[in-house]
């Protein structure tokens, strides 16, 4: 193991300049435990496992250099058509990650959330991963790709639906909070020299080209180097800055927010605006 260790430092130090950038381009998948649905109408079922389907299958974008990036989800129109109001898609399959922004030599993220129509940039440390390299190798496109492994406490997530509003949605019951730990892969190539990834992964001597998180698995299907058309990588501006543990705090007491008015009004069509 350690003998890799050494190749992989080799090989990432050699082969490219400190100026040469790059855009990836990756797809996921979430898998989602169905058994909320078990209850419903089929016709009901169906119309839900569409709608997941179209919400856990994404596109994104993943630009870098040798010293930052900026991941960001392809633009699409709104498959819930939730227009701003209570989205109960994200209780089951996770919330929406934003644009994220890294500068990987002062380890700072940048992560442009929207909550209930308001933009906040999430800015903290990256935090650091403790990744354990496994010794396995396979090819990834034209790539070397490296096996590295790291355990993790994630929650789950268990849904209960109670009656529904007058525009057919059932406002969900505040999740059962359940932790377990989990080992999440990753698959990186040295030959990129970059130490970034999908989403908030990295730490790695090489992009990540590949994670298995849990439920969900991000792959890169393309990657072009030094593309002709440069590329500038720039944090996000605009917004409110708030650090993580602010920022969970903000959404948790927003969710319980649109909870009791949900209750209260019956899905009268009431919308939460955040105006502090």
Request: glycine share 8%.
């Amino acid at each position: 193991m350690k003998k890799l260790g050494i190749i992989l430092m080799f090989v990432s130090l050699t082969g490219f300049s400190q100026d040469f950038q790059g855009r990836a381009y990756y797809m996921s998948k979430v898998n989602v435990n169905m058994d909320f649905m078990k209850n419903m109408p089929p016709d009901r079922a169906a119309a839900v496992k569409a709608r997941m389907k179209t919400a856990t299958e994404k596109n994104y974008t993943l630009e870098f250099n040798s010293n930052e990036s900026f991941f960001d989800e392809e633009e699409r129109l709104d498959p819930n058509g939730n227009g701003g109001g209570f989205n109960w898609m994200q209780f089951v399959t996770g919330p929406e990650g934003g644009s994220i922004y890294k500068d990987l030599q002062s380890k700072i993220y940048i992560n442009k959330k929207e909550l209930f129509g308001k933009v906040f940039l999430v800015k903290d440390s990256i935090p650091e991963s403790k990744w354990v390299l496994t010794g396995e190798t396979r090819k990834i496109g034209i790539y070397n790709a490296y096996k590295a492994t790291i355990t993790k406490e994630v929650e789950e997530r268990v849904m209960s639906f109670g009656n529904r509003s007058r525009t057919g949605e059932a406002p969900p019951n505040p999740p059962e909070r359940k932790t377990r730990d989990v080992v999440m892969s990753a698959w990186f190539t040295p030959e990129i020299p970059v130490s970034t990834g999908p989403s908030m992964y990295g730490g790695l001597p090489g992009l990540i080209l590949e994670i298995n998180d849990d439920r969900t698995t991000m792959l890169c299907t393309k990657v072009i180097l030094n593309p002709k058309d440069k590329i500038k990588v720039k944090a996000p501006t605009k917004g409110k800055e708030v650090t993580s543990i602010e920022f969970e705090q903000i959404a948790k007491d927003k969710a319980e927010e649109m909870r009791n008015m949900y209750r209260g009004r019956r899905g009268s069509g009431s919308r939460a605006r955040i105006t502090n």
